[in-house]
């Protein structure tokens, strides 16, 4: 029911040894590449990457770890893992790897869109990356913008564990203020489902992600814009009209002969996070009653109703 854009993988298998076939998959209709929770750990292979990209078009979407750095941490290094003997991954990991693929894509005139950041310092990168020029958009998730490693101190609950983690509250604050003012362009749910049971594990051994695409609208809309943080109008952008550009996509506007693809809200809606209720398979939210106000509730796809909220089929 709703028109959906492939990223396939920058290296084959996500191994970072050798490029997939990025001309051939522009050509079935590819919007860009990406290797998913996977950095490019070789600079060289990075550069090769968005030489080929400037050639066949689309965006370089980057998962931005350096594993050298990150290791086995599980959560974010601070005093909320020192206190918990969990192993921790240091912001550096996240943000050195911004800053390097930043100057390539500068050095090269490539283009590049940065998934997920979680850190101080990786605004920074963005922000100083923009200011020099580079083609570069970047991304927060609704999890970072609400939650910090305070969450986990509380319960150790694995539907808190994730990659990036949840940092601490500058962290927060920084990616906060980086959607405010346009450093971060985009709101990304990072959608990661898990089946009940990969969840139920220790801490260290859960794998990480949470589902995003059922509270993404009622976080954004309750934290960012009811709070005063936000005003509805940059909130949509982030959400719609900003992902369109960065993947140059054809809708995220309201313009007479555009596709009319279009998600109406309530944003004064008030429910209550129930992952039972879900239309996904997968309940792995931290959310779980969680009050919240503003949410979907009609998806008109080409002009046409496909889903409302009083039907959730």
């Not at 970072?16 to 079935?28: I, K, P, Q, V």
């Not at 790897?97 to 490539?110: I, K, Q, S, T, W």
């Not at 923009?130 to 305070?150: C, F, M, N, W, Y």
Request: charged letters at 20%; hydrophobic letters at 40%.
């Amino acid at each position: 029911r709703i028109p959906v854009g492939f990223l396939p993988c920058i290296t084959k298998g996500m191994q970072g040894e050798h490029l997939t076939e990025m001309a051939e998959l522009r050509d079935l209709g590819a919007l860009g590449f990406t290797d998913d929770g996977k950095p490019v750990r070789s600079a060289g292979m990075m550069r090769l990457a968005l030489q080929y990209q400037q050639m066949v078009g689309g965006v370089l979407a980057l998962h931005e770890e350096d594993p050298a750095l990150s290791g086995s941490g599980a959560m974010h290094e601070g005093d909320v893992s020192a206190l918990l003997g969990i192993t921790g991954i240091p912001s550096i990991s996240e943000s050195t790897m911004v800053a390097r693929d930043a100057a390539l894509a500068g050095y090269e005139g490539g283009r590049i869109h940065v998934q997920h950041l979680s850190a101080v310092e990786s605004v920074e990168a963005v922000a100083d990356a923009k200011g020099r020029g580079v083609q570069i958009t970047a991304e927060a998730s609704p999890h970072h913008l609400t939650l910090t490693d305070e969450a986990i101190r509380a319960s150790l609950d694995t539907r808190l564990k994730m990659n990036p983690p949840l940092r601490a509250e500058a962290d927060r604050a920084a990616v906060r203020q980086g959607v405010r003012d346009g450093t971060l362009d985009v709101i990304a749910t990072d959608h990661a489902p898990h089946h009940y049971d990969e969840k139920e594990q220790a801490f260290d051994d859960a794998p990480n992600g949470i589902v995003g695409l059922e509270t993404a609208l009622g976080l954004s809309l309750t934290e960012l814009v009811h709070t005063g943080l936000l005003d509805l109008a940059t909130l949509v952008d982030r959400m719609s009209c900003s992902p369109a550009r960065a993947f140059s996509l054809a809708g995220g506007t309201l313009r007479v002969g555009a596709p009319a693809d279009v998600t109406l809200f309530d944003p004064s809606h008030e429910w209550t996070v129930d992952s039972a209720s879900f239309l996904s398979l997968s309940r792995n939210t931290p959310f779980e009653g969680r009050s919240l106000r503003g949410r979907a509730v009609r998806t008109v796809v080409g002009g046409r109703t496909v889903w409302t909220l009083e039907t959730r089929s």
